[in-house]
T-cell receptor
Framework: DGGITQSPKYLFRKEGQNVTLSCEQN?????MYWYRQDPGQGLRLIYY???????QKGDIAEGYSVSREKKESFPLTVTSAQKNPTAFYLC?????????????FGEGSRLTVL | QQQVKQSPQSLIVQKGGISIINCAYE??????FPWYQQFPGKGPALLIA???DVSEKKEGRFTISFNKSAKQFSLHIMDSQPGDSATYFC?????????????WGLGTSLAVNP
């Protein structure tokens, strides 16, 4: 079945540690996105990539980094510079050029900083 | 700055009743208005979407009403069921190419009592 796989589903880290969240898709979509979700704050865009080897900052990119070396993969690193990293992280993908295209989401990764 | 205002924040409806969630936007350049449904611990999924050239779109028990002059759109869930209990997000899309963005409302938590 086609879809987006995020791992791990739950992750705990100590303050000062970097952590990388995995996102893999087999939908053959060019565009991929990372969102952060906090209670009552909706979805906030961290980074997005329209094509391999290219990505842009979203609204809350500080303290995060990404790479897009393969079409299927868009990992997100939460660095120690992120002041409040505890959140639910969602990866999504979309067909590029489809301005009204559906965003397909993974099941999310919940990061807790101890 | 919240460009898409969603209300209410939470909603409780009896089984068989009508659930109504409202969204208002500011930017007249928006040209795509989707609603996403999210169950606990899962990623959002597209429920229904509308373009501004129509005033209403219906899919099963779900209807979007769109008022371009008032810059408002709403989701109506007819004959609400306990299985509809979820968080609903409205969004508004606009811009072209790499500048195209989806602006999200903060979400409405719907509980349908049996």
């Amino acid at each position: 079945d086609g879809g987006i796989t995020q791992s791990p589903k739950y992750l705990f880290r100590k303050e000062g540690q970097n952590v990388t969240l995995s996102c893999e898709q087999n939908l053959n979509h060019d565009a991929m996105y990372w969102y952060r979700q906090d209670p009552g704050q909706g979805l906030r865009l961290i980074y997005y990539s329209q094509i391999v080897n290219d990505f842009q900052k979203g609204d809350i990119a500080e303290g995060y980094s990404v790479s897009r070396e393969k079409k299927e993969s868009f990992p997100l690193t939460v660095t120690s510079a992120q002041k409040n990293p505890t959140a639910f992280y969602l990866c999504a993908s979309k067909v590029t050029g489809a301005e009204t295209g559906e965003l397909f989401f993974g099941e999310g990764s919940r990061l807790t900083v101890l | 700055q919240q460009q898409v205002k969603q209300s209410p924040q939470s909603l409780i409806v009896q089984k068989g009743g009508i659930s109504i969630i409202n969204c208002a936007y500011e930017n007249t350049a928006f040209d795509y208005f989707p609603w996403y449904q999210q169950f606990p611990g899962k990623g959002p999924a597209l429920l229904i979407a509308i373009r501004p050239d129509v005033s209403e779109k219906k899919e099963g028990r779900f209807t979007i009403s769109f008022n371009k002059s008032a810059k408002q759109f709403s989701l109506h869930i007819m004959d609400s069921q306990p299985g509809d209990s979820a968080t609903y997000f409205c969004a508004a899309g606009g811009g072209a190419g790499n500048n195209r963005k989806l602006i999200w409302g903060l979400g409405t938590s719907l509980a349908v009592n049996p």
